[in-house]
């Protein structure tokens, strides 16, 4: 989720990066850099932290010319310092790059092989050495570029420019979004359509596979393989602000459509199909560490501890290692027993969360090992824990987490896997199986997404709702918490999230005809007892909403409205179960006219205690 931009025509080009930075810094950053052709060679600026760090910079050393590109980071490999951020260079060739290599290891091993020396821990950097390499082999900037990324795996943005070939920027995309915006006498180059509105609205969209090669005379598009291609710039009317949210209405509603897409990242070259385990080697907690963990902590906060409650049920399945499930706030001050038998989960979309960070101390003061699920590079928990395995969300803005939650559980999920195979509780056949539907669950996720308008429907007709109930049974009991979560945030109506065969011992008392309950009810072992209780509350008046994967008429006769989702394997299940929930109380809040990215009193991250 880096920002890339790139300029060539008559303007200044630094100023058309810098302005075109600051348009995208809502993506996240943690480094930022540009380089212009100036004086017969490309010149690079680059700087750690916010996007004015750049622009002093710049001020203090300017760099004039016409053409050049730019990037703001947010760091997936090495941490956020100046030898990582972009742009990169090697030998004639700077680059800036969005997304993931996965083969960078094997390429960079390739390259160190024949005399190339590396200044970062980056993927990207290895990318700027093949097309050098090309190059010196006597390919111009295009037929090197084209070369090089056929051999690249993984999700990959480029744009690159070359000392020998002046004026001229290439880039390319296998899924990351690249857009050319087309000018007089001038192009511009970006990763997202706000960096250019202010010089043009005339947009060329890459779709992945393709090649732009770009100057101030014009664009050409091709293939990877070098087919032509012939396309017409479409015209954006966005606004700006609206052009942030990707022409959503919201950054929350585009974040819950990235989910399939930020699934697909956090497994990504993680997944080992054929030996049906997983490869998580950025977890180093010591040779065979897996063997000594007797008990594990999981501890998070709001959304992130609701993904800790579902990757109990994870582990204890998949690896049968007993679990203990804490809020950060309430951990360190139960005095919890803890030395170094015990492992320490901690799960953060932010790294920064201050009662989270706290109970990694005190684990740490115990002698326990501790590992941080987090979607923030470098953050303080990723600092201070022994490892760290990242979730590829990207940067979340709306307050209220959705695709962070996903990912987490995604994540953690992987974690059960790499135990469970490491400890010989589970099968290849049956991970394999797993993983497989795992690797296929943006498919269904989308599906689910398709249905948006049923769900509206829904919301429309609950919006007035001052109480809800959320219901659901096992490891979708924590997605019941997480709707109920999700609908309490966003639309400050009353809602309570209960595992449903606890109904009877309280909560029934509140039925009533004024009481939406929603009950989870996808189809397995627990799937005739949730019917009872649904039982229960329509004998009690209380209006249903299901979701559910069946398509059982007996369902339809006792709910009162169904949002049918697809069968999945039952340990995914939460993972798709959790989709509708954050669009129902997404539309809830829309029909309320709530403040929905940032609702009355949260924060996105909270650093005090
Ligand atoms: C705040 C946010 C929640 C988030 C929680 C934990 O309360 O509003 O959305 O779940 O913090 O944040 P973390 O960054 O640690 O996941």
């Known amino acids: ?64 010319g016409r053409c050049g590109i730019g990037h703001t980071r947010w760091a997936t490999h090495g941490r956020p310092s100046e030898e990582n951020a972009h742009p990169h260079r090697a030998g004639r060739v ?103 509105l202010e010089y043009t609205r005339d947009m060329l969209f890459l779709e992945d596979g393709e090649i732009a090669e770009v100057d101030c005379d014009g664009v050409r598009l091709s293939r990877f393989d070098g087919t032509p291609i012939e396309r017409q710039p479409r015209r954006i009317t966005w606004d700006p602000v609206t052009a942030q949210k990707g022409g959503f209405k919201h ?89 170094d038998r015990e492992l320490l989960i901690v799960v953060s979309q932010s790294g920064e969360t201050a009662d989270t960070l706290a109970a990694v101390e005190a684990a740490r003061e115990k002698g326990s090992r501790t590992l941080a699920v987090c979607n923030v590079v470098d953050s303080s928990i990723a600092r201070r824990v022994d490892s760290v395995l990242y979730t590829h969300a990207g940067p979340e803005i709306s307050v209220a987490s959705t695709k962070a939650f996903v990912t987490q559980l995604v994540a953690l999920l992987l974690i059960a896997v790499h135990l469970g195979r490491r400890r010989g509780f589970v099968d290849a056949d049956t991970c394999r199986q797993l993983l497989e539907e795992m690797l296929h669950l943006p498919t269904p996720l989308r599906e689910v997404l398709d249905r948006a308008d049923d769900i509206e429907a829904v919301a429309r007709r609950y919006a007035k709702a001052e109480n809800f109930l959320y219901v659901g049974r096992g490891l979708n009991y924590p997605i019941a918490l997480e709707g109920a979560l999700k609908l ?80 999945v394997n039952p340990l995914l299940m939460p993972l798709l179960l959790t989709v509708p929930l954050q669009l129902l109380a997404y539309f809830v809040a829309v029909h309320r006219g709530t403040d929905v990215d940032q609702p009355r009193n949260l924060a996105k991250s909270v650093t005090v205690e």
């Open 251 to 339: 950054f929350m509603l585009k974040e819950i459509h990235e989910q399939p897409q930020a699934m697909i990242d956090t497994m990504r070259g993680r997944l080992l199909l054929e030996a049906g385990d997983v490869s998580l080697a950025e977890i180093d907690l010591g040779a065979q560490w897996w063997e000594r963990v007797e008990r594990i902590d999981l501890v998070a906060c709001g959304t992130a501890w609701h993904a800790c409650l579902v990757a109990k049920f994870f582990i204890e399945k998949l690896a049968r290692i007993p679990c203990n499930v804490d809020y950060g706030s309430e951990f360190r001050y139960r005095d919890p027993i803890l030395d």
């Open 488 to 567: 309490k945030e966003l639309s400050y109506i009353h809602a309570e999230g209960y595992p449903a065969g606890e109904l009877k011992h309280g909560p029934i008392a509140l039925i009533s005809e004024t009481m939406p309950v929603v009950v989870l009810l996808p189809r397995n072992t627990a799937f005739n007892k949730t019917m009872s209780n649904m039982k229960e509350i329509e004998s009690r008046g209380g209006q249903i909403i299901v979701v559910t994967d069946t398509t059982d008429a007996a369902v339809d006769a006792v709910a009162t409205d169904v949002i049918r989702v697809p069968t």
């Open 1 to 64: 989720m880096c920002g890339i931009v790139g300029y060539v025509g008559e303007r200044e080009a630094s100023s058309v990066l810098l302005s075109g930075l600051r348009m995208l810094e809502y993506r996240g950053y943690d480094s930022a850099g540009i380089a212009v052709m100036s004086d017969g060679d490309v010149q690079v600026r680059r700087s750690v932290g916010k996007l004015q760090n750049l622009a002093d910079l710049l001020e203090a050393d300017p760099l004039q």
């Open 94 to 196: 700077v680059l800036i790059h969005n997304g993931i290599i996965e083969n960078f290891l094997e390429l960079r091993a390739e390259l160190q092989r024949a005399g190339r020396t590396f200044s970062s821990e980056t993927d990207t950097e290895i990318i700027a050495h093949m097309i050098d390499v090309a190059i010196q082999g006597g390919s111009d900037l295009l037929a090197a570029t084209r070369s090089t990324v056929a051999a690249l795996e993984g999700s990959f943005s480029i744009v690159v420019m070359s000392r020998d070939e002046p004026g001229r920027l290439v880039a390319a995309k296998s899924a990351t979004p690249i857009v050319i915006g087309v000018g007089e006498g001038e192009n511009f180059i970006a990763s997202d359509v706000p960096a250019l």
